[in-house]
């Protein structure tokens, strides 16, 4: 008996083509139920909510920019389709959804769950159909998946103190390697545009590890002690570069000297954590949000140097914020809804 279901609204899904713009949304021309609410931020263009009572906390946007897919703990992934605005699919599985990635070419969707499990998903006849799940980290939440440029590799980040490496290009998945060295979770982890290098943040261990993937066998490449626990690393497109998010004092830019990371810039949050980090594709841009107060979060765009570009707040903790592939549009998700957000030109 297959462990996942499609169930409500199902239509077929066209394979990865042209790069979609997200400056093809207009507003007023939404359904109803995507319209933003009065008293929204003016930047935000579209919400997508699930149904009353349901939960999102990750998100994943397919590679060419049409699909967003969200999962939570109500243990449902929603395919929303951004070009026609509307919902596509809805995939149940049979524990809570952590984390979810894309493959480069957008035919591959995985989902690691609060179990230690992966699930893949193939896109065939305009649908993605689930194909296999295997054990990644036994009883061990994955907090984070990455493909390599290829397809064909797929890297784990969990609480189990390491992040491992799985050959995903046969019908039978296969460990091939693990990156080990944190003393406790990795919690995060960012990979470079050329593949080549990657980046792991240890939450509890106040660490950030390099991995230099260039060859057959995974080879450290560097190590960052912290003063305080770190959250989330990203890695600039170019690999250069990197910024991480995490507890007051934390969030800054590095450089890559060697082995070493030399800083550079702090990331201006007026005193405050910053999280979930991210690189816009051409690597211009850095965006994470950061929490105000008790009641108002706000997402940080800055430039590369580490000053803010610009600032939206919101009545609302927010749990992530990405890039789309356009650069110009951000996701910004809460508890409850996913927002697209316009970044002024």
Not at 5 to 28: H, Q, Y
Not at 215 to 235: T, Y
Not at 237 to 265: C, F, M, N, S, V
């Amino acid at each position: 008996m297959r462990s996942v279901l499609f169930v409500g609204l199902l239509v077929a899904i066209p394979a990865l083509a042209e790069p979609f713009s997200l400056d093809a949304i207009v507003p007023a021309k939404l359904p109803a139920t995507m319209k933003p609410p009065k008293g929204t931020p003016s930047e935000v263009l579209a919400v997508f909510s699930p149904q009353r009572g349901d939960r999102i906390d990750c998100l994943a946007l397919r590679p060419d920019g049409k699909y967003l897919a969200l999962g939570g703990p109500d243990q449902l992934v929603r395919l929303w389709d951004l070009e026609k605005t509307r919902l596509a699919a809805t995939l149940r599985l049979p524990t809570p959804v952590v984390c979810l990635a894309f493959s480069p070419d957008g035919k591959t969707l995985t989902s690691g769950d609060s179990n230690g499990n992966i699930r893949v998903y193939k896109f065939e006849g305009g649908l993605y159909l689930f194909k296999a799940t295997f054990v990644a980290h036994k009883d061990m939440p994955i907090w984070s998946l990455v493909f390599s440029p290829d397809g064909n590799s797929l890297y784990s980040a969990a609480r189990d103190k390491s992040a491992s490496v799985w050959n995903i290009s046969k019908p039978k998945q296969v460990k091939a390697g693990s990156l080990d060295g944190h003393e406790v979770e990795v919690r995060s982890m960012s990979l470079s545009a050329d593949g080549e290098l990657l980046a792991t943040a240890g939450n509890q261990d106040m660490t950030i590890r390099l991995w230099n993937l260039s060859s057959d066998k995974p080879k450290a490449a560097g190590v960052l002690k912290l003063s305080e626990r770190v959250v989330s690393v990203a890695l600039a497109p170019d690999g250069k570069t990197l910024a991480i998010g995490g507890a007051k004092g934390i969030p800054a830019i590095y450089e890559r000297d060697g082995e070493k990371l030399k800083k550079l810039a702090p990331l201006e949050t007026g005193g405050h954590a910053a999280t979930s980090i991210g690189y816009s594709p051409d690597g211009s841009k850095i965006v994470g949000n950061s929490g105000l107060s008790g009641t108002e979060d706000r997402v940080l765009v800055w430039d590369t140097k580490g000053a803010i570009q610009h600032e939206f707040k919101y009545g609302l903790h927010l749990h992530a914020v990405a890039f789309t592939p356009d650069g110009r549009h951000l996701i910004v998700i809460t508890e409850s809804e996913a927002m697209i957000v316009r970044l002024p030109k």
